[in-house]
């Protein structure tokens, strides 16, 4: 199923129900919140619902309903009732939020109630009775997308925010909320249909395409209109990725060498388990740390051997396949202790990896002693540690960005637009057929194929907007929120 704006809704026609879900975290706290959203919204909380004043209203039909339905964005104090047996559950805060000023552009009603699991899920237990339906994962927001409030970025831009670890990664969710990424898709779609309007007119009006546009005016309005603006978002995908998803660095090393000590350094706490046995770590332990508020995904390992052990051999395997995934390796080596046949071995596993070499217990050896290293590690990034006295940490954290981001500045400097992988592979294919049509015209191809790969351009565009997507990827999408938003 393909949605075009105006199909979009047709879509929601399919389900007009109203929709009910608790929008706050489950336990104990001030306040929860009950949210409800659809035609029925207004009705539904006015059946359960009895002002402060009108409690007593034996006509059982508070003039709330009345009230509910003339002024938008109010908040009324009252109770909520059980009708059937004329109960108080709580007392509550409901405000009311008419269509389409509302976030999903449909009446929406919020109830806040005591938060405790019990009572929420009492009231949402009547809120249900009385007529709606639970809300699915993220539905709320995708009637707004629907509705046509928000385009896909900014809906996606929702669950960025919740999830957001870091301030830099909030930063790039609001920019997108706010529609930081639509309005740039925007403007190279209006030039792109700009385009292809030149072009079909010479299409259809070919004795006077010379009048129309000249060969290099076209690929030079393409290249510097729409392939450009492509390319730098593709770029501002690579450069920001880190920022949001953080760097992923695998601690690796024999047994024993200090790679948990040195974890724990890296993450500040005493995550992981350290002894003075060999094979004490044997599964990975992964913890998020931050280095100038870049998120670091660091992972411990098995110390890597050769062993009998079945336990640590599983270990030792995960740990190869987990070198392949991550984007940097800390080579962990015992400074006391000469090298051994392990920690070449070990080398040779990560040879082909962005690595930074750490010889760590340097408190046992005097300031100027020099480790006896082969000639081929020299090249590699080194720093002297001490995990036991939590010493070389922050020249470790240093070379860690140095190392990971080639251009830490650029990274620090890019401004707020952030494309997430969907949005860059479709803006990928935007740009190929782009590139396509622009060696087309230099080909002197006929229009009617350039053309052709011009609107593939659009439709790819479309997609990161979400005006022409596919059903399950908007599925997709939206399974990755919570209840309730
Ligand atoms: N002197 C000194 N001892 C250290 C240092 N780092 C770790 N140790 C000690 O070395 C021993 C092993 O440390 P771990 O951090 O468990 O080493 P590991 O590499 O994780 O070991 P496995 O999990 O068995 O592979 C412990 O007794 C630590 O206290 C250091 O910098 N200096
Ligand atoms: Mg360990």
């Not at 109960?87 to 805060?93: Q, S």
């Not at 925010?161 to 830099?168: F, L, M, P, R, S």
């Not at 930074?356 to 408190?363: Q, Y």
């Not at 609107?455 to 596919?470: D, M, N, P, Q, Y």
Request: aromatic share 6%; with cysteine.
């Amino acid at each position: 199923m393909s949605c075009s704006l105006l199909q979009r809704a047709s879509i929601l026609k399919m389900d007009q129900a109203t929709i009910a879900a608790i929008a706050t975290p489950t336990g104990s706290s001030g306040i929860g919140i009950i949210k409800i959203s659809g035609e029925d919204s207004i009705s539904i909380a006015a059946s359960i619902f009895r002002r402060s004043g009108f409690l007593s209203d034996e006509s059982g039909q508070p003039s709330l309903f009345l009230t509910l339905h003339e002024k938008s964005h109010q908040i009324f104090y009252g109770h909520i009732v059980d009708p059937k047996r004329d109960i108080v559950l709580d007392e509550v805060l409901l405000s009311v939020m008419l269509a389409p000023r509302s976030y999903t552009r449909e009446n929406i009603v919020e109830i806040n109630a005591h938060s405790g699991a019990v009572v929420l899920n009492a009231v949402l237990e009547l809120v249900l009775q009385q007529g709606a339906r639970l809300a699915e994962p993220g539905e709320f927001t995708k009637r707004a997308f629907l509705n046509g409030r928000i385009d896909l970025t900014q809906a996606e831009a929702v669950i960025d925010i919740i999830n957001a670890k870091t301030t830099q990664a909030l930063e790039f969710a609001t920019n997108q909320i706010k529609g930081g990424l639509r309005k740039s898709i925007e403007a190279v779609l209006n030039s792109l249909n700009d385009i292809i309007i030149e072009v079909d007119a010479a299409i259809d009006f070919p004795d006077e395409v010379g009048e129309i546009f000249d060969k290099e005016t076209l690929q030079e309005k393409l290249q510097t209109s729409v392939a450009e603006p492509l390319s730098d978002l593709i770029e501002r995908y690579k450069r920001t990725k880190m920022l949001k998803n953080g760097i992923k660095t695998v601690i690796v090393g024999r047994p024993n060498v200090g790679k948990s000590s040195l974890m724990n350094c890296l993450i500040k706490k005493d995550r992981v388990i350290v002894s003075e046995i060999p094979g004490t770590t044997r599964d990975f332990i992964e913890e998020v740390g931050l280095i100038k508020n870049i998120p670091i995904v660091f992972t411990d390992t098995a110390g890597l051997h050769d062993t009998d052990d079945r336990v640590e051999t599983i270990g030792i395997n995960k740990t190869y396949e987990y070198i392949e995934s991550a984007e940097l390796v800390l080579f962990v080596v015992d400074m006391s202790d000469s090298l051994t046949e392990e920690d070449h071995q070990i080398y040779k596993k990560i040879e082909y990896k962005k690595k930074i070499l750490v010889m760590n217990k340097s408190d046992l050896v005097s300031e100027t002693f020099l480790m006896d290293i082969p000639s081929q590690w020299e090249t590699i990034d080194r720093v002297k540690t001490s995990a036991l006295f939590n010493r070389g940490i922050d020249e470790i954290e240093n070379k860690i960005l140095d190392t990971a981001i080639q251009d830490p500045e650029g990274v620090y400097n890019i401004s707020s637009i952030s494309p997430n992988l969907r949005h860059k592979d479709a803006v990928e294919r935007s740009l190929n057929a782009v590139s396509t049509a622009i060696a087309g015209i230099a080909d002197e191809l006929s229009l009617a194929l350039v053309a052709i790969d011009l609107k593939e351009a659009v439709g790819a565009l479309e997609e990161v907007t979400g005006s022409s997507v596919k059903g399950d990827v908007l599925d997709q999408i939206f399974s990755r929120f919570c209840i309730g938003k």
